[in-house]
């Protein structure tokens, strides 16, 4: 362990590396002597980079090894070593333990804390070395939480409620923090939602109880059953929480909730909805850190990814995102401008509301006190020296007829529509409004999306494909039959059988070809079967693909992607 080692200094090496500018280091160091702190957190803060990025260039400074936790499962052994409290007072994370060699293996946000390993040295037993591995701090609080475990406080809050008295779990703490039971319970369940990578809560009273239910990979469940008196301090908590009026009870209210959730900010959408047994409350939780996808990390065939790297090269014209609510056409578009996100652009977005804060990227929420929609919106954003324009979603003529113009004036514009497929987008353009005309030419392609859940990779189950099933997948009865797998359930997956979401993906690129067909309104059958001939995937060859390779499960596709035309013998 390279403690005692003299570190070069942290924006000298950022320089170096090419991480960051001059002036934006000038910036961080005038917000570390207006405000103190570690001059990396400030970088971090200002978000001039990131902290894995902070981390790793730490750990070149500093000569020593990083680690990123997202990818770590400590043993129970370093776990048991080193107690809750102290592991988040120290802000480090126990990983392994080596009896043999007596060795400690702890990740750190600071090597050179010779004080931290003096002090962990004299609780450890005789003999015990400590290794370390650096690591971001809010990895470090994320891991401490997830791996230590704090659902058992869920019920220790509920027993106080019920009893008055406090838990035996919950010693230890200072009286303070445990003076309001009710704020606790909604932020734990709100951190528990967080933890188990829920997209959405809901707060349901019925009759006599309070229904708690999380989306989990598309699918809600059912999590908690509280009793129905909890539910009006729960209420009151969650509208001061989100800033609405605690009074009225008879309409509909919207707000948004920000936290530190595992040392990450986390912001929940919140709605609610007067029913017969009180106010139903949904929130959606929007995770910056699971919100941002690399554009590789998509999952699309090769062929695909090339297909969307030539889209988005194209310096003018309209991309479309089309799906259900829930597909995830929001992921993919941060996606892309992630990918588009440089010094050298300007990117400007109307979205209703901000989901994602991104730096660099001017982001606008629309407003209808300001009387800003997105027509007006548009018109507002042509002035700013765009050059890639996103309009959060195409609603009614005038918005894109706005996308339209900004398309033909020079811009790449993105965009969502509610359609079932990608052709399905160009009918819907044309109901709205749209001159054919104008659409043809001006449109560079259409992605259409489906989530799907992925199957658990430790408890799959191998099977040899039926002949229904090889109909579904689009394949020959005389091929060989292919090993499919299906879902089977462990501890990993929470005995589900899946674990995470992936998307199935059909890209419609624009062509002379298909400019021609809608100019002169072709029928949805004559652009796809032109659009096939050209090498169109569908998402159910897609999924197919998804289902061969063993990622889903072929139940899983049949549910969110119609397969009934294939399974006609």
């Known amino acids: 362990m390279k403690m005692d080692a003299v570190p070069r200094p942290i924006g000298a090496t950022l320089l170096h590396l090419g991480l960051i500018s001059q002036d934006q280091l000038h910036i961080a160091l ?10 990396g957190q400030q970088l971090v803060r200002l978000g001039f980079l990131s902290e894995a990025v902070l981390r790793d260039a730490l750990a070149h400074a500093l000569e020593q090894t990083s680690v990123d936790l997202g990818t770590q499962i400590p043993d129970g052994e370093a776990l048991a070593l080193i107690p809750h409290e102290l592991a988040s007072s120290l802000k480090l994370m126990p990983l392994s333990y080596d009896a043999t060699r007596r060795q400690l293996l702890v990740a750190t946000g600071n090597g050179n804390d010779t004080d931290t390993r003096d002090q962990l040295l004299g609780m450890l037993p005789a003999g015990t070395t400590i290794e370390t591995r650096l690591a971001g701090e809010s990895e470090i609080a994320r ?22 008295t406090r838990d035996g779990r919950s010693r230890g ?19 528990d939602a967080v933890k188990r990578n829920a997209s959405d809560i809901h707060f349901e009273p019925e009759a006599g109880f309070l229904r708690i239910r999380y989306r989990l990979d598309g699918l809600l469940r059912q999590i908690r059953v509280l009793h129905k ?3 009006p301090a729960m209420t009151v908590r969650l509208k001061v929480m989100a800033g609405l009026n605690i009074a009225e009870t008879r309409a509909p209210q919207d707000g948004r909730i920000s936290l530190q959730v595992s040392g990450r900010p986390v912001d929940f959408r919140v709605a609610t909805q007067p029913t017969l047994h009180g106010e139903n409350i949904v929130l959606r939780v929007l995770d910056r850190q699971r919100g941002i996808v690399s554009l ?3 999952g699309l065939a090769p062929a695909a990814f090339e297909l969307l790297k030539l889209m988005i090269a194209r310096p003018e014209g309209l991309i479309l995102v089309t799906g259900p609510t829930g597909s995830g056409k929001t992921t993919t578009l941060y996606s892309i401008l992630n990918h588009l996100n440089t010094e050298h652009v300007n990117i400007m977005t109307l979205e209703d509301p901000v989901e994602y804060p991104l730096a660099m990227i001017r982001q606008t929420a629309v407003a209808d006190a300001a009387r800003l929609d997105f027509a007006n919106g548009v018109r507002a954003m042509l002035r700013q020296d765009p050059d890639v324009i996103l309009v959060g979603e195409i609603r009614d003529a005038d918005t894109a007829r706005m996308a339209l ?37 001006n449109l560079i392609g259409i992605v259409a999306q489906r989530l799907v859940r992925r199957l658990c990779p430790a408890c799959r189950e191998a099977y040899p494909a039926e002949e229904h099933e090889l109909r579904l997948l689009g ?7 292919p090993v499919l ?32 067909l809608i100019a002169r309104r072709a029928s949805t059958r004559e652009i796809l079967n032109t659009a096939r001939d050209h090498g169109f995937v569908g998402l159910a060859e897609d999924g197919a693909r998804r289902v061969l390779e063993g990622s889903t499960t072929l139940a899983e596709l049949a549910r969110v992607i119609d397969l009934t035309e294939r399974a006609r013998p």
């Open 30 to 39: 005038h917000e570390q002597r207006q405000g103190g702190g570690l001059l």
């Open 143 to 164: 891991a401490i939480d997830q791996f230590y475990g704090h659902t058992l406080s869920i019920d220790g809050i509920l027993h106080e409620i019920e009893t008055g």
């Open 173 to 191: 703490t200072t009286r303070s923090e445990y003076a309001q039971p009710v704020v606790r319970l909604v932020d734990s369940l709100l951190t």
């Open 229 to 231: 008196s909890h539910w």
């Open 296 to 298: 590789g990390g998509l």
């Open 405 to 441: 113009q900004a398309a033909m004036t020079g811009h790449q514009v993105y965009s969502t529509l509610h359609t079932n497929s990608a052709v399905g987008a160009i009918p819907r353009l044309l109901d709205i409004g749209i001159l054919p005309d104008i659409l043809a030419g």
């Open 475 to 481: 394949l020959g009865a005389n091929q060989p039959h």
């Open 485 to 516: 797998y299906r879902a089977k359930g462990c501890p990993q997956c929470d005995f589900q059988g899946y674990r995470g979401r992936l998307a199935i993906i059909e890209l419609l690129r624009m062509d002379a070809g298909l400019d021609e």
